[in-house]
C-alpha cells in the first residue's frame, strides 16, 4: 500500500520570502516520488522527480526537493518565492518496478504568495 | 504539439443524460490513465490501461465505461449521469514508473 500526506492545506508566503511545501509519504516498496503544480483551472505540470537517483532533486522554476527516507520526507522548497507560484501543488507516490504502477495524490497545498 | 489531449474542455449537461469524453496522447505511452479530481481539488484515480488492456479499476460506478481502441486513446463513457459525477476528469499518459503527463482537464457539470 502506499500513501502521501501534504502536511499543509494552506501556505500562505510574501514575494521573496522562502517557501516550504511538506510531505510525507507511506510505501511498502521503493518509491517514487513527484511534485506536480496546478495552475487555476488549468492542468497538472510535472516540477521535479525522484526515482532513487540523487536524494536532492531540482525541478523547474526555482524548485528543489529533498528525498529523506530516514524521514519518508519529500519536502518542497524554493529560496525565494514569486507571484506566478501562486498554484495548487501535490506530491505524488508511486511503486517503483512492474507495469501496474499507479500515482497516488497527496490531497494538495494552496500556496498563497502576497505582494 | 499537445502530448495529451482531451475533448472536449467544459461539458454541460443535464442528469440522466449520456456523454463521452476522448483522450489522445502522442508521446507513444504504453499506459493511460482517468483521474477525477473534485471540488475540493482531491485527485483520484478511476482507471488504468496498458496496451489496451485494463489494470486498475479503482471501484467506479459501472456507469463508467473506459474504452481503449488502441494504446493512443482512451475514452471514457458516462451512462446516466448523476448530480455528484460533477467534477474535472484528467487524462494521462505514462511509460512505466516515469512521471505521468496530463491532458488539460474536461470539467464535467451536470445539472
Known amino acids: 500500500a502506499q500513501s502521501v500526506t501534504q502536511l499543509d492545506s494552506h501556505v500562505s508566503v510574501s514575494e521573496g520570502t522562502p517557501v516550504l511545501l511538506r510531505c510525507n509519504y507511506s510505501?511498502?516498496?521503493?518509491?517514487?516520488l513527484f511534485w506536480y503544480v496546478q495552475h487555476p483551472n488549468k492542468g497538472l505540470q510535472l516540477l521535479l522527480k525522484?526515482?532513487?537517483?540523487?536524494?536532492l532533486v531540482k525541478g523547474i522554476n526555482g524548485f528543489e526537493a529533498e528525498f529523506k527516507k530516514s524521514e519518508t520526507s519529500f519536502h518542497l522548497t524554493k529560496p525565494s518565492a514569486h507571484m506566478s507560484d501562486a498554484a495548487e501543488y501535490f506530491c505524488?507516490?508511486?511503486?517503483?518496478?512492474?507495469?501496474?504502477?499507479?500515482?497516488?495524490f497527496g490531497k494538495g497545498t494552496l500556496l498563497t504568495v502576497n505582494p | 504539439d499537445t502530448a495529451v489531449s482531451q475533448t472536449p474542455k467544459y461539458l454541460v449537461t443535464q442528469m440522466g443524460n449520456d456523454k463521452s469524453i476522448k483522450c489522445e496522447q502522442n508521446?507513444?505511452?504504453?499506459?493511460m490513465y482517468w483521474y477525477k479530481q473534485d471540488s475540493k481539488k482531491f485527485l483520484k484515480i478511476m482507471f488504468s490501461?496498458?496496451?489496451?488492456?485494463?489494470?486498475i479499476n479503482e471501484t467506479v460506478p459501472n456507469r463508467f465505461s473506459p474504452k481503449s481502441p488502441d494504446k493512443a486513446h482512451l475514452n471514457l463513457h458516462i451512462n446516466s449521469l448523476e448530480l455528484g459525477d460533477s467534477a474535472v476528469y484528467f487524462c494521462?499518459?505514462?511509460?512505466?514508473?516515469?512521471?505521468?503527463?496530463f491532458g488539460q482537464g474536461t470539467r464535467l457539470t451536470v445539472v
Open positions: 505524488v507516490v508511486s511503486l517503483s518496478g512492474g507495469s501496474n504502477y499507479k500515482l497516488t
Open positions: 510505501s511498502s516498496y521503493s518509491p517514487s
Open positions: 525522484y526515482t532513487s537517483a540523487a536524494t
Open positions: 508521446l507513444g505511452h504504453d499506459t
Open positions: 490501461y496498458n496496451n489496451k488492456e485494463l489494470i
Open positions: 494521462a499518459s505514462a511509460q512505466g514508473v516515469t512521471e505521468a503527463f
